[in-house]
Structure formats: C-alpha cells, structure tokens
C-alpha cells in the first residue's frame, strides 16, 4: 500500500496541468525522478517532486530548454548565478520579440500591398514579400506595374544606374524648388530648360515606354512614397513641374513619345 502523500504519474501531471507523456519524458531524460516506486512498478512522487516539477514548468514558460535546465539552473545554488542565466534569457527573448515584431509587421505590409493589386500576381507578390524580408524600402513599388514592365525597370536599376538616375532626378527636384521659392514662372526659360533635362531623362530611363511612363506615374498617391527621400523632394515640386511640362506640350516643345497603336495606324 502505498503512502497518502505519495503521487502516481497521472496524479502528478493533473495537479500541474501537464501531460503524463511530459512527466514520463522529464524521467527519463533524469530531470523528474519519483520518490519511489511501488511494489507494481508504478512511479510514485512526493511532494518534494512536486515542487520540482512545478520549478521545471515556471522555467519552461520563462523559455529555457530543458537543457538549461538540468544542466545550468537546476545545479546551481548561487542567486548571482542564476540571475546571470536571467538576464541572458532576458536578452533572448528580447531579440525574439524583436524579430515577431519585424514578421508582424512584415506580414502588415505585405497584406496591404496585396489588397492593392488591382489583379493577384504571384508573381510579383513574391517580388514584394522578398524586399520586405530584405528590409528594401522600394517594395511599395511593385503594385505599380504590370510583370513585363516591372521586370524592365528591375534591369534598368542594375550596376548602380537606378540609383544614380534617382540621384540625377534628385537633384533636378532641388533645382525646381528652389526655382518655385523664388516664385519663377512656369513658362520662364529656366523652368523650360529644367523640364526639358528632367523630360530627357525619363525617355533615357523608360526608353520611351508609354505603358513604364503611366505605371511610373501612379507611384506618387501612394502614402508609402512617403518615406523615400526623392519622393518627399518631387511632391514638393511636382505642381510646379507639373504646370512646366504641361506648358511645354501644349507648345511643342517637349513631344510625348508614340504609341504601338500611334505608329500603326500611322
């Protein structure tokens, strides 16, 4: 018979709300050996076990393995020690938040640039989730353009030219805002030779594709546009270059490239 304050695995493991599959585990691995064990072979825990496995459980949530706890935690009797095993689980579990807080908000992004594809592409949804993971901050860009034009761009940005093309634009930005703070007029020979370098620039970029021009032009409504720096200096100054190139066009004197159905029908 066996004594009343004594425990059967199953007893052990309901009172602590664990498997009986976790205390038969943590006994043979030697973490949780029983008191005893009675004359039919069963397993029987004391209320020292108890506590025991009530320490290895607290341990378990505070996310150290079972590892650290027979073999560092359980030995030591020093309180300086122990929290030295503290504060490294601390530091670990801080650089764990830190990497859920980067998946969430990863996964954030990436929900709100899919809900606005006008159509799912795969395609370019694995674009854009994998410049998120990379921390890119031009993955807002993708949604903008179709495969075929998107993948264009992709190659015009290789070998360092996009950047130095957004350097370029950059830099014109700054030109018109400082023409628009001295209040120049839009059909004044300086706006018209400033949007005839930045006119220039976007058919050496594009090639003259009409269908990368439109797509190119949807990027500034996008709130993320927000935190790319050449996007903050051309919102600035995009009605002011805006107004130029239109008075340009209407005089002939910036033409906008034709189309395949222009060049047919011609």
Partial sequence: MRKSNLMTTGEIARKMNVSVRTVQYYDKI????????????????SLK??????????????????SDIRERLMPSNEAAEIDNYLKQQETRIKHDIEMLEAKHDTINKFRQEMKAMKKLDWNLLVEILS??????????????????????????????KGEAHMKYMQNLCEEAKV?????????????IDLVKRWWNKILEFTGG???????????TDDENSINIEFMNKY????D????????C???GILTFPLTKEDNEND
Avoid at 235 to 238: P, R, T
Avoid at 240 to 247: D, E, Q, R
């Fill in 249 to 251: 066009f209407e005089r």
């Fill in 30 to 45: 030697g973490l949780l050996r029983p008191s005893e064990t009675s004359e039919g072979g069963r397993r029987l825990y």
């Fill in 235 to 238: 919102k600035e100054v995009e």
């Fill in 240 to 247: 002011y270059i805006g107004k130029a190139l239109t008075y």
């Fill in 179 to 191: 023409l628009k703070d001295q209040e120049i007029d839009c059909c004044d020979i300086k706006s």
């Fill in 131 to 160: 410049l998120l993971r990379n921390n890119d901050e031009n993955f807002w860009v993708v949604k903008h353009f179709d495969k075929e034009t998107y993948s264009k761009i992709k190659d015009r940005f290789k070998d360092d």
């Fill in 49 to 66: 076990d108890y506590m025991l496995l009530h320490q290895i459980v607290s341990l378990k949530e505070l996310g150290f393995t079972l």
């Fill in 209 to 219: 594709d009409v269908d990368m021009i439109k797509q190119m032009s949807r990027m």
